[in-house]
């Protein structure tokens, strides 16, 4: 087979993102512009002013980085304690529910990292730099705990003890819905938002109302991975399975863009905190 240089170049950049923990980068990225284009101006302005220090300025930009930190020796400290907060194992069976202390010992869950980092980065009180390690925390644990096996059980490891072939090639159930399913548009992430952002609206439930939103975002993912089918038959992930559950993928992704949206809005405007209050 001839490859063209630029084919060539397309498929190394391809294998230079392959998948490591929670949604992909595509994933992370794709959610991190979701919410961008919801942003209150007022919320836009504090995230860039927060980001400015680093020299970056979108969420996209830092969506990925708490995954990268386990590439980083001088990062090692911080990734060996966040590393178990990018998800939460149920106990399979009916028990999609949030018991904190079976679910989430000493609170290392992405529910209660997220309960944590939301509050620091809305208190001004704290660091700039607190606030803006907080903050990039939480644009890439409300990606991580929509994709559901980011909630699964503890019996698989969320899927990554389940073996499956995809496309002629061993690989386990985590890495397809980390990153192989939405690899099969093959978009890149401005065009996958892009597709997102143009079809319907989704509906989503207010987050005021509710008192733990991320444990019902936890137990959302945890009831699709017990769906029917979401374990495919034979182990294989065929072209029907993709058919169907691409589209979930998608969803996931819309919700988890247009929440984490409302949570920065709420964090980071105080007009519209206290609209909400209201
Ligand atoms: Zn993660």
Redesign the pocket.
């Known amino acids: 087979m001839r490859f063209t240089r630029r084919a060539a170049t397309a498929l190394s950049a391809c294998l230079s993102i392959a998948p ?4 992909g980068p595509l994933g ?1 990225r794709v959610v991190a512009e979701l919410a961008q284009q919801r942003l209150s101006p007022a919320a836009e302005a504090e995230v860039e002013r927060l980001l400015a220090p680093e020299h970056t300025k979108s969420l996209a930009d830092i969506a ?1 980085w ?2 990268q930190l386990q590439d980083d020796p001088a990062m090692a400290t911080l990734w060996k304690h966040t590393r178990s ?3 939460i194992n149920f106990h399979g069976g009916s028990a999609c529910a949030y018991v904190p202390p079976r679910d989430c010992r000493n609170g290392r869950c ?1 529910v209660a990292a997220l309960e944590h980092d939301v509050d620091v980065l809305g208190d001004q009180g704290k660091p700039a730099s607190a606030r803006r390690q907080a903050l990039k925390f939480v644009v ?2 409300v ?2 705990i929509h ?1 559901p096996l ?1 909630a699964g059980y503890r019996a698989d490891k969320g899927g990554n003890t389940y073996q499956v072939q995809f496309e002629g090639n061993g690989t386990n159930l985590h890495k397809v819905w980390d990153s192989r399913l939405l690899y099969t548009r093959h978009l890149d992430w401005p065009a996958y938002a892009q597709r997102l952002d143009s079809a319907a609206p989704v509906k989503l439930l207010p987050i005021a109302p509710l008192d733990n939103p991320y444990a019902q975002w936890a137990e959302e993912s945890c009831r699709i991975t017990a769906e029917p089918g979401f374990y495919p038959p034979n182990h294989r992930i065929t072209p029907a399975y993709v058919d169907t559950w691409l589209p979930v993928a998608d969803r996931r992704l819309r919700e988890a863009g247009r929440r984490l949206a409302q949570v920065l809005n709420l964090a980071l405007d105080p007009a519209t905190a206290m609209a909400t209050k209201h």
Do not use: E, S, T
Request: cysteine-free; aromatic content about 16%.
């Open positions: 490591a923990h929670a949604w992370h990925n708490p995954d907060q990018h998800y992405v890439h644990f990606g991580d994709q980011h």
